[in-house]
């Protein structure tokens, strides 16, 4: 497949006109999905899917087409049109095409082989199993919504007029349950999920003992009072917050007078114990990727370090406007024109687990669920307010759980409210790995 | 878009081991998108997406693939994968004859965006970025973006239905960053309907071009959004989603069947205030969410949901419906050929009431007043949800008074519709948003008049 992949890129770059420069994005991805309800096959889908994106550049001026399909004649269109909508663009002395810059791709390996070859009643009956193990797993589970078993393997080659050459293969498969309990007057929900290259590395227990317990400690939960507090951020709620901060961080924000941390380079943002990296060659990390949205090698990147902010995320055109280098941080899908962004973010972890952390706060509210973050948070500003549940901390204790409350603070605050961060990395199927922080100060609005 | 000779042979072949019910989406869609951002044309961008679902449903499994490939060989291969994942194992069933059903479009489009200029839609932009720019120097940032899609739908399925739609949206925004010494603060507005270009004849870029730079400028001089419970002031249109929110995610079908809604089992049951009537409609002409047939092949509904406080009905797709023994009520939405249709909203709004507006604020001694929602986010199972205000003044002494920086609300859905104590007479549509359910995102409307709930908590930093 990434020899197809590339022919059918080749091929179109080798239309490139003198002065002209093309690149060429072709993707291929094969997935299963399994939706089982009450040890049911509720749904099973079996889906193939193509695609290509051209983006031409000429006179600095930049146009991009893209088509759900690999067929000769859509080919021809979509460069046509990227040229003709390149047409339209302003002259932009610094948009360009990425050029080989000499970095060596790290080599990952991300395809297990066993994946294409998993049957589908084994992953039939790995949801099957997840649901059923829900339920009995506690009598206050009243039922689970839906208990997902997916996996895809996604092939990508890119070209370019200006010698970018590059194909990448990955596979990934995941199961995810959301869970419901009750206690006969109130109702909660929760989710467990487990991620893997392999439906062999999947741990069933725990997705399943994550669902239960998310669902069943929150019941009874009530709103608490309001007031500033010290909180606690679970992993997966740690992971949300920073995939936020990294996209203030941006080559781009900051190009477009729109990152709340323009002119910060050097300052203490952060603790002097924090250091937040962006890395796509830790082969552990869900998005672990050799090369970055423009072909690119990725590599690791420190964007605070020990508490100092050290560097923004830059893609070709970001890179070539502030005259910096492309950090290997062009973020995209084929459909649409690179952006700077993070890859794999990740804390470096501490010292302290989480029921350590709890102790040493001793008073405080644990987050467990946020919502409303698509709408609550403005990256340019860094204002921030969300919904949370999670459990109150009493004398060093997990104590009541609360629900339907609020936390705000900024963006900028926050990091520097930071106190702990825990020794408990977690990998999630999301751009950024999760850690338990705990951060002071957090206004909570309750009743 | 194919012969309904084709059509019937891939619905043959679908059901051919023993399905009970098989479908076929097929979906030509076009579209365009310009950009412009830090005083450049940034981008235009041009998109094809063209393709087929098809789906076999035995007992209550559902077995579904998707073909880039539209030929007979193509169709047929994806027929046979969607039968085989059903697992069905049967002498074939019967498909009925295809009728063609035509659904009168609730939105007529004049001008066809592909048969526009691309420099004609270029320049709205730059229009719109020169305007906000010269609303003042703290304007400090701009980007403005066309977007346009065509997208031509044939469904068809062996209960003999056969439907087609050619479906065309424009949308408008612009988004303005304004810089202060507080630090940044940012603004937008958007517009969009069904329809084509002639859009802009009704609507003026430059007035949202002002609207959204005054946005910003208004919050650099906000103070912190209090926080705790009080009494909300929702305005006019910009509020829909409060509703989209508090209660229209609990009355789709396949979440009530999951019991997984606080509203299952509540039909007949008073569950609002007797002063809201809610209502989705697909048929609302060129509102953001109206459609001539929804992505089952089924005609666009007016459905009542809730009627003077009492649970009326939920909102049904065709699966969950036949389940049932009743007609969907033509809620059953996708967001392309990749992926099976739910249960989604289409245009969902409170019926006006009788009250001056300005009584309601007068009537209000403090709390706040939010003029324009962000998006939101519930959960369906325990009614929590959370929206994001992005303008909002205090009020004080029955007055508006200054403006108040971001923030979430969060409430409970059946609790909030029971808290709702006053409602304006100034029904108003708010603005075109996308709908996401399980990872699919959906055009939808929603709208609302001026309300009061008496309590809502509010998410900000002042003590």
């Known amino acids: ?447 | 878009m194919l012969e309904q000779d084709l059509i019937e042979r891939v619905l043959n072949e679908a059901l051919k081991s023993g399905g009970e019910f098989a479908e076929v989406f097929v979906e030509d869609k076009r579209s365009s998108s310009a950009l412009f951002d830090d005083a450049k044309v940034e981008e235009l961008t041009s998109g094809r997406d063209r393709g087929a679902g098809i789906r076999v449903v035995v007992g209550e499994t559902t077995g579904f693939a998707h073909t880039a490939d539209l030929s007979e060989q193509g169709l047929m291969i994806a027929a046979r994968a969607a039968a085989s994942a059903t697992r069905a194992n049967g002498s074939s069933s019967q498909v009925n004859d295809l009728e063609q059903v035509v659904s009168p479009s609730p939105n007529k489009v004049e001008t066809f965006p592909e048969l526009v200029a691309k420099e004609t839609k270029v320049n709205l932009l730059i229009q719109a970025d020169e305007v906000a720019r010269s609303q003042g120097a703290a304007i400090t940032q701009v980007s403005a973006r066309y977007g346009d899609s065509r997208r031509k739908i044939l469904v068809a399925n062996s209960d003999g239905v056969f439907a087609s739609d050619d479906q065309v949206r424009t949308l408008f925004s612009i988004s303005c960053v304004a810089t202060g010494d507080t630090g940044m603060q940012t603004g937008r507005e958007s517009i969009g309907r069904p329809i084509g270009f002639e859009l802009f004849d009704d609507v003026d870029v430059e007035e949202l071009a002002e609207r959204a730079a005054h946005r910003a400028l208004t919050k650099l001089n906000a103070r912190p959004a209090p926080s705790g419970t009080m009494p909300v002031v929702i305005g006019s249109g910009g509020g829909g989603v409060l509703f989209h929110e508090a209660c229209g995610h609990g009355l789709e079908a396949d979440l009530v069947n999951k019991q997984a809604s606080v509203f299952a089992g509540k039909v007949g049951e008073t569950v609002a205030s007797e002063l809201v009537t809610l209502i989705d409609d697909g048929t609302m002409s060129h509102e953001w969410g109206a459609f001539a047939i929804d992505d089952e092949g089924r005609p666009a509904q007016r459905n009542v949901l809730i009627e003077n406080g009492v649970l009326v009905d939920y909102m049904w797709d065709g699966l969950r419906s036949r389940n049932e023994g009743r007609l969907s009520s033509g809620n059953g939405r996708r967001q392309s050929y990749h992926v099976l249709p739910m249960v989604r909203m289409t245009n969902t709004y409170i019926a006006n009431g009788e009250t001056d507006p300005q009584d309601i604020i007068e009537d209000t001694s403090t709390g706040v007043y939010v003029a324009q929602l962000g998006g939101g986010q519930v959960n369906t199972a325990t009614g929590d949800f959370v929206f994001g205000m992005t303008e909002a003044y205090l009020i004080e002494d029955g007055e508006i008074t200054e403006p108040i920086r971001e923030g979430n609300l969060i409430g409970n859905g059946p609790e909030v519709l029971n808290q709702i104590d006053a409602l304006g007479n100034d029904f108003d549509m708010g603005s075109p948003g996308t709908c996401g359910k399980d990872g699919q995102g959906v055009p939808v409307g929603d709208g609302t008049p001026t309300l009061r709930v008496t309590s809502l908590t509010v998410g900000g930093t002042a003590g």
């Open chain 1, 1 to 447: 497949m990434k020899a197809e992949l590339l022919k059918i890129a080749e091929a179109v770059v080798g239309k490139a006109a003198a002065g002209e420069q093309v690149e060429v994005v072709t993707v291929h991805g094969k997935e299963t999905e399994i939706r089982v309800y009450q040890g049911e096959i509720e749904s099973f889908t079996a889906a193939e899917s193509q695609g290509v994106g051209i983006r031409v550049v000429q006179d600095g001026r930049q146009g991009m087409a893209y088509a759900g399909s690999l067929d000769s004649d859509v080919l021809n269109e979509t460069l046509e049109e990227a040229r003709d909508n390149a047409s339209f663009g302003t002259p932009d002395e610094f948009q360009a095409i990425a050029e080989p810059d000499g970095v060596e791709s790290v080599s990952l390996d991300l395809l297990d082989p066993s994946l294409a070859n998993f049957a589908n009643e084994e992953k039939i009956a790995m949801a099957i199993d997840l649901e059923r193990s829900i339920l009995q797993a506690d009598t206050r589970i009243i039922g689970v919504e839906s208990t997902d078993y997916v996996d895809s393997i996604n092939t990508s080659a890119i070209v370019t007029s200006t010698g970018i050459r590059r194909a990448n293969q990955e596979g990934g498969c995941y199961v995810a349950a959301s869970s419901l309990a009750s206690d006969g007057v109130d109702t909660q929900t929760g989710f467990g999920y487990s991620v893997g290259r392999s439906p062999a590395n999947l741990d069933i227990g725990k997705a399943s003992a994550d669902a239960t317990e998310r669902a069943t400690r929150l019941l009874g939960a009530k709103k608490t009072e309001s007031g500033r507090m010290t909180v606690i951020l679970d992993p997966y709620v740690t992971a949300q917050f920073l995939g936020i901060i990294g996209s203030t961080l941006s080559g781009e924000a900051l190009l477009k007078g729109r990152s709340l941390f323009a002119d910060r380079d050097g300052d203490q943002v952060a603790p002097n114990f924090l250091t937040l990296i962006d890395d796509p060659t830790d082969i552990d990390a869900f998005t672990a990727t050799e090369a970055d949205g423009e072909g690119l090698a990725s590599r690791k990147n420190t964007l605070i370090d020990q508490g100092s902010l050290c560097g923004f995320l830059h893609n070709t055109y970001t890179a070539r406007a502030l005259g910096t280098s492309s950090t290997g941080s062009a973020v995209r899908s084929y459909n649409s024109s690179p952006g700077a962004g993070p890859l794999a973010l990740k804390l470096t972890p501490g010292e302290s687990s989480q029921s350590e952390l709890i102790e040493q706060v001793g008073e405080g509210i644990l987050i467990q669920g946020v919502a409303g973050l698509h709408s609550g948070v403005n990256p340019v500003s860094g204002d921030f307010s969300a919904g949370a549940e999670g459990l109150m901390i009493r004398q060093g204790d997990l104590a009541e759980p609360v629900r339907e409350v609020t936390v705000a603070s900024t963006l900028q605050r926050m990091l520097l409210d930071i106190q702990n961060i825990g020794n408990d990395l977690e990998r999630l199927p999301m751009k950024s790995s999760g850690v338990s922080i705990v951060v002071d100060d957090i206004m909570v609005s309750g009743v």
